[in-house]
């Protein structure tokens, strides 16, 4: 113990918080909430926030070596691979962090499903969630056609496909709408600003709702109120705990998805071919790849929009005011029956040879 210079140190600290936290209001963060928002169930959606932060960090990285032309795009990336300093590391960190978050956006939103808290008052949050869902996706694509493989040059002549589908509204995706910057330039802005920054204004609203309404109750609990029950706890941890909890998963997938990269390195495939088609979507995608099959090419605007336009009609669906799945069968059942159907539509996409369905 060194007599004089530990209690004096420990109050010049305190002090020192004292005064960062008078001008930036650090110690409000420490509000109530409960005990089961840092159950693994509870923090996914913090998880996929985190995700989007390793994202964005690695991503501004790749940009600095990342060259937005048909004609150096694919070459940029090998330089990324083998020459650019950490590039090899940080491209892995980004792939995966993407395989990742697409994973842990969907569990998210499973349990938002099986526990019911998309009902009253979190229907908009419920909405705007799905407009997140469609943003990942929409990231995760244009990713793809970025790195000028066959697998991006085939996923581009879909964007094209899909373009003309929407008809008049569908110029962005043209490759003649603004003949100055080729088309891979615009998805490239598409990718590093436009969704970007629709993601983060989606995910303000996101959180401000999230914060007005508290994190919804365990269902149990919240059922047992309803038939008279006490009130469900609405404290037991602290925001600043969560935090905390939150950034822990996020520098658990920092080393898990760096180690990956040592071992796996993301694909990059030949040059492209314009005049064949032989790749599959990334697994997200191929729950729509059979109806791209089955219908040709307009299905694929309606099979997703089907699914997401179902999932939006939930909220107002599922009117009784019970959360827990004993309580909701018929949409636990329903919900059970989507899924599997999904995996097997994956599974038959992976068994089924490439097919060509974009005019080449
Ligand atoms: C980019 C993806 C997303 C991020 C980063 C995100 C983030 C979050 C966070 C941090 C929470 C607080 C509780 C938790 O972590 O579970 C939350 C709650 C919520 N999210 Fe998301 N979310 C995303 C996508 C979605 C999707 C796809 C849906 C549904 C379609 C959704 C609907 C909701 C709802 C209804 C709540 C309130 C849940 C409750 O109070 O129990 N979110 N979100």
């Known amino acids: 113990m060194v007599a004089g210079t530990a209690y004096p140190r420990r109050g010049r600290w305190r002090r020192a918080w004292a005064a960062i936290d008078e001008r930036l209001g650090i110690s409000g963060l420490a509000y109530p909430v409960p005990a089961h928002a840092n159950s693994v169930g509870y923090i996914l959606g913090g998880i996929s926030f985190f995700g989007f932060l390793i994202l964005a960090a690695t991503g501004v990285w790749l940009a600095q070596f990342y060259h937005p032309t048909p004609e150096a795009a694919r070459e940029s990336v090998i330089y990324v691979m083998n020459a650019a300093p950490l590039g090899d590391v940080a491209r ?7 395989n990742l978050v697409m994973a842990t956006v969907l569990l998210h939103m499973g349990r938002i499903y099986l526990t019911g808290a998309y009902k009253r008052p979190r229907e908009v949050n419920w909405l705007i969630g799905l407009g997140l869902l469609a943003i990942t996706m929409g990231l995760i ?3 793809t056609v970025l790195k000028w493989d066959q697998e991006g040059f085939e996923a581009l002549g879909h ?3 899909i373009g003309n589908l929407i008809g008049v509204f569908g110029f962005w995706f043209s ?3 603004g003949a100055s910057l080729p088309i891979v330039g615009r998805l490239y802005i598409a990718h590093v600003v436009i969704l970007p920054a629709l993601g983060t204004f989606l995910l303000i609203a996101h959180f401000l709702l999230v914060k007005r ?3 919804s109750a365990l269902p149990a609990e919240f059922d047992a109120a309803l038939d008279g029950g006490p009130e469900p706890s609405k404290g037991g941890s602290t925001f600043t705990a969560h935090l905390v909890r939150m950034a822990g998963f996020g520098l658990m997938i920092v080393g898990a ?3 990956l ?3 796996v390195s993301p694909p990059l495939g030949p040059s492209p071919n314009p005049s064949i088609e032989v790749s599959k979507p990334w697994w997200m995608f191929l729950p729509f790849y059979p109806f791209e099959d089955w219908f040709g090419l307009p299905a694929l605007l309606w099979a997703p929009g089907l699914l997401i336009g179902t999932l939006a009609l939930v909220p107002f669906v599922d009117r009784s005011r019970y959360r827990s799945p004993g309580r909701r069968r018929a949409f636990i059942v329903t919900g ?3 899924v599997v159907a999904l995996i097997l539509l994956v599974a038959y996409a992976l068994v089924t040879p490439p097919k060509s369905h974009v005019a080449m």
Not at 92 to 98: M, N, R, S
């Open 141 to 143: 694509f244009t990713g």
């Open 159 to 161: 964007n094209v496909e």
């Open 92 to 98: 892995g960190i980004h792939f995966w962090t993407a």
């Open 336 to 338: 059970a029956i989507v």
């Open 175 to 177: 490759p003649t709408f």
């Open 257 to 259: 998805t760096a180690l």
């Open 261 to 263: 990269s040592l071992f």
């Open 213 to 215: 309404h508290g994190i």
